[in-house]
């Protein structure tokens, strides 16, 4: 949120921080939500997930989908999704977008290409792959009951895990050449886990063993060695998702003032 809020500010977006106590019920929930839909001078909302335990995967839901599709900075709203499915203008995702401006910027073409996203959550997996379908690659998902995982892999040209394992992409699952986004964020503690991921005499090894925890990716460092280009964790796919953010916002703020589509 400190990250989000500094960024915000750097663009001159003013953000607030409404915070509920962790006591906060459903009820109380919805009625902040509710109250900022109403609210003119805000133009975005952004529910810091997860929500208090106690509230439960259903509430979740139910909170986001409480947000007005026209204020959702994060493109979670069933009404935005189903726009991205058909196409359309839509506030998408900001990890999946971060995702294809990161490829665009890097010169990265996608039409024509083999896409192959691990991962099908609501949030990453499944968007990501249909802006890649709407780029026109060739499309294949996988989780965690796809069988031969790393061959199919192995088919990609354009890979891109979002799995929540460090380091679980080793260079099986890489065509040679083939580029590789790690939208993974993993924050490892156990120096056994941390051995296999580090080199003994690297810098990030040090580091570890310095602080004790590391922010590592899905995919193995050894990845470096096969891939033609491979985003870094953390400092890759993570800032772009900021940067997404606050473009959703912007647009939010255009499309309510009927400057965008
Ligand atoms: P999620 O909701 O937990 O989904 C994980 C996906 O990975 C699921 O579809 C799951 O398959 C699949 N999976 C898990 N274990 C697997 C295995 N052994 N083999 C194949 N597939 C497997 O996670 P998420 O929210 O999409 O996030 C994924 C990762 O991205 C996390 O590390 C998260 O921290 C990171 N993330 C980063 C950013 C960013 O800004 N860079 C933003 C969001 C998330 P099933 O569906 O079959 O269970």
Redesign the pocket.
């Known amino acids: 949120v400190r990250n989000k809020r500094r960024a915000a500010s750097e663009i001159g977006v003013r953000a607030d921080l409404v915070r509920l106590p962790p006591s906060a019920t459903l009820d109380e929930t919805l009625r902040e939500v509710g109250r900022l839909n109403e609210r003119p001078d805000c133009d975005a909302i952004l529910v810091q997930s997860p929500l208090p335990d106690g509230l439960g995967r259903a509430a979740e839901r139910r909170v986001f989908d409480a947000i007005d599709p026209g204020k959702d900075a994060d493109g979670f709203h069933p009404i935005n999704v189903g726009r991205l499915v058909q196409n359309r203008p839509a506030i998408v995702a900001c990890?999946p977008a971060?995702v294809m401006e990161l490829l665009d910027r890097s010169g990265i073409p996608v039409a024509g290409r083999r896409a192959v996203v691990?991962?099908?959550?609501d949030?990453?997996?499944k968007p990501l792959a249909l802006l890649f379908l709407h780029r026109d690659a060739t499309v294949t998902i996988?989780?965690?009951?796809?069988p031969e995982?790393p061959s199919v892999a192995a088919t990609a040209d354009i890979l891109a895990a979002?799995?929540?394992?460090p380091g679980?992409v080793d260079r099986r699952f890489v065509k040679p050449g083939a580029v590789v986004i790690d939208?993974?964020?993993?924050r490892v503690t156990d120096p056994a886990v941390a051995a296999t991921l580090f080199a003994p005499d690297s810098a990030r090894w040090a580091s570890f063993e310095r602080s004790g925890a590391a922010l590592v990716g899905?995919v193995h460092p050894e990845v470096e060695q096969v891939a033609g280009a491979l985003t870094p964790v953390p400092g890759g796919?993570?800032p772009l998702?900021i940067a997404m953010l606050l473009r959703n916002t912007v647009r939010c703020a255009q499309r309510r003032a009927g400057l965008a589509d």
């Not at 691990?118 to 959550?121: A, D, P």
């Open positions: 990890t971060g691990i991962g099908r959550s949030i990453v997996g996988c989780h965690s009951r796809t995982l979002a799995i929540g394992r679980f939208v993974g964020i993993n899905d796919v993570g998702t």
